[in-house]
């Protein structure tokens, strides 16, 4: 194959009307039958209105299934293949996860395998959607914040999730003996996602909301603070985050890039924390702290 070929890939999309109630679950089957294989298949909200899509490489394999499904006829069913370009593709690519070990005792499951897929016994499955919101676990930033909560598992038992995306942390933390979860994104659809993730997981959906950190009204207090945002967020937030901490108790931030570790470690110093664990990748790196059980410290 050429090497402009290798830049671009087919979607055959299938997007389902409003009305098209359980026409998710026949296509999925169809597309099974005809030797798709469930993991290729990606699943996701489109203003609401559910589709899928499969990935090709050659167009002819594209239009091929493409016609099978026309020739269907389908009510609420629309077919349409786009040819996607590398950047496009790589976003796409990123929602088209197998299962995989997020930390020692949890496996990521795309979402549309729950019922069919059966984790090894010593993980436990967490069912994630990713359609329109960050948080698959597949990025370095997520997977240190998993490994960080995990090691605190048991030593917590209300765990505010800012940023939360899919929502992935807040599940990370329900499985590790957190019982009261808050979780805030700015971005409405994200919150959308995370419901839906508590629910395919069978959690109560209770404590997510829409909010901005920067204009976060709540004075409550938490034992572990989580925030997997980007290092100018964390220094401009940190007042914030550290007054939700419970003195004597847990902050985690990842999302620090390695060009801005030292600026953001000596923005965190004047604070009353101690540094417990820093994780370092290959571009990103994340902290644990644990704040002074007598600290008090005036601000928002
Ligand atoms: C890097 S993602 C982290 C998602 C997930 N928590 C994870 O660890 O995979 C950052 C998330 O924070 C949200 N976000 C960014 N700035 C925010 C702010 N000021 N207040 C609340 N949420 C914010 C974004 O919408 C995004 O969903």
Not at 90 to 118: C, D, Q
Not at 139 to 160: K, N
Not at 235 to 258: D, E, N
Request: glycine fraction near 8%; include cysteine.
């Amino acid at each position: 194959m050429g090497k402009g070929r290798d830049n671009v890939l087919y979607e055959v999309r299938l997007n389902i009307g409003s009305r098209g109630i359980g026409v998710g679950e026949i296509l999925e089957g169809f597309l099974i039958s005809l030797g798709v294989r469930p993991e290729d298949i990606v699943e996701s909200t489109q203003k609401t209105k559910p589709c899928l899509a499969v990935y090709f490489k050659s167009y002819r394999a594209s239009k091929s299934l493409a016609r099978r499904l026309m020739r269907l006829k389908l009510k609420y069913v629309a077919v349409k293949i786009r040819r996607l370009l590398k950047k496009d593709w790589l976003n796409a690519s990123e929602i088209r996860f197998k299962p995989f070990s997020l930390t020692r005792s949890l496996r990521v499951v795309p979402s549309w395998l729950k019922g069919r897929y059966r984790p090894p016994q010593r993980q436990h499955p967490l069912y994630i959607n990713t359609s329109m919101a960050f948080g698959s676990g597949l990025h370095e930033t997520t997977r240190f914040m998993a490994a960080l909560i995990e090691r605190c598992r048991g030593r917590f038992e209300s765990f505010f999730d800012i940023g939360t995306g899919t929502g992935i942390l807040s599940l990370v933390a329900l499985c590790c003996g957190a019982r009261k979860v808050r979780a805030i994104d700015f971005n409405p659809d994200c919150i959308k996602v995370a419901r839906d993730n508590f629910r395919i997981n069978s959690y109560k959906a209770r404590g997510l909301a829409a909010g901005d950190i920067h204009h976060y009204p709540e004075k409550r207090q938490y034992d572990f603070v989580a925030a997997n945002l980007v290092t100018h967020n964390l220094v401009k937030a940190g007042r914030t985050l550290v007054c939700r901490v419970k003195p004597g108790q847990y902050l985690a931030v990842s999302g620090v890039s390695l060009e801005n570790f030292r600026h953001f470690r000596e923005s965190f110093r004047k604070y009353p924390l101690r540094c417990l664990k820093v994780i370092k990748g290959k571009e990103w790196a994340a902290f644990l702290f644990k704040k002074n059980d007598s600290a008090r410290i005036r601000g928002r």
